[in-house]
T-cell receptor
Framework: DARVTQTPRDKVTEMGQEVTMRCQPI?????VFWYRQTMMQGLELLAY????????DSGMPKDRFSAEMPDATLATLKIQPSEPRDSAVYFC???????????FGPGTRLLVL | GQQLNQSPQSMFIQEGEDVSMNCTSS?????WLWYKQDPGEGPVLLIA?????ELTSNGRLTAQFGITRKDSFLNISASIPSDVGIYFC??????????FGTGTRLTVIP
């Protein structure tokens, strides 16, 4: 049963600290997405990659957020320095290019104090 | 920019009742998807619609792709407690680009 995995599931940190979230896409999927979900804004696309290359990161605050795919089995989303307004659930999703279905991970619940 | 409106924002219904929710957009889309998010989990695809006017069913779920390609609705018949969650419409322009609606939060009262 192939699934997208995300670590950590929960993270509490203090303002100013660096936060790194990790995602393992489903094996064989070549497209990876990062979303942020808050009550106020709903689900927002932050960035997505195809074949490990970033295609669109226009939804991401560039000054503090960065997203990378060091290899095909790992995607990372980093926030440095973190701020209270970054508190949200961050989802990773993977899929195949040309296919509409995105498979979501369970999310990382981030709380910045 | 394109606007996506999903309604209602929330619904409280009795078990056994039917549910209807919809999304309207200012833009035309080629595909409409409906996702469900269970509490504490990521969204999961329920139904995909590919053609204007298409009506598709999946068990107790029925969804339609509006003829103008700017809207879609999702119906759930005979609701049960496990239907609780947030339902998102997600129209797609292509190249994996999804736009998510604001969600309809469904509560089913046993």
């Amino acid at each position: 049963d192939a699934r997208v995995t995300q670590t950590p599931r929960d993270k509490v940190t203090e303002m100013g600290q660096e936060v790194t979230m990790r995602c393992q896409p489903i094996l064989g999927h070549n497209t990876v997405f990062w979303y942020r979900q808050t009550m106020m804004q709903g689900l927002e696309l932050l960035a997505y990659f195809r074949n490990r290359a970033p295609l669109d990161d226009s939804g991401m605050p560039k000054d503090r957020f960065s997203a990378e795919m060091p290899d095909a089995t790992l995607a990372t989303l980093k926030i440095q320095p973190s701020e209270p307004r970054d508190s949200a659930v961050y989802f990773c999703a993977s899929g195949l290019s040309g296919a509409e279905t995105q498979y979501f991970g369970p999310g990382t619940r981030l709380l910045v104090l | 920019g394109q606007q996506l409106n999903q309604s209602p924002q929330s619904m409280f219904i009795q078990e056994g009742e039917d549910v209807s929710m919809n999304c309207t957009s200012s833009s035309i889309f080629n595909t409409w998807l409906w996702y469900k998010q269970d509490p504490g989990e990521g969204p999961v695809l329920l139904i995909a619609l590919y053609k204007a006017g298409e009506l598709t069913s999946n068990g107790r779920l029925t969804a339609q792709f509006g003829i103008t390609r700017k809207d879609s609705f999702l119906n759930i018949s005979a609701s049960i407690p496990s239907d609780v969650g947030i339902y998102f419409c997600a129209p797609q322009t292509g190249a994996n680009n999804l736009f998510f609606g604001t969600g309809t939060r469904l509560t089913v009262i046993p």
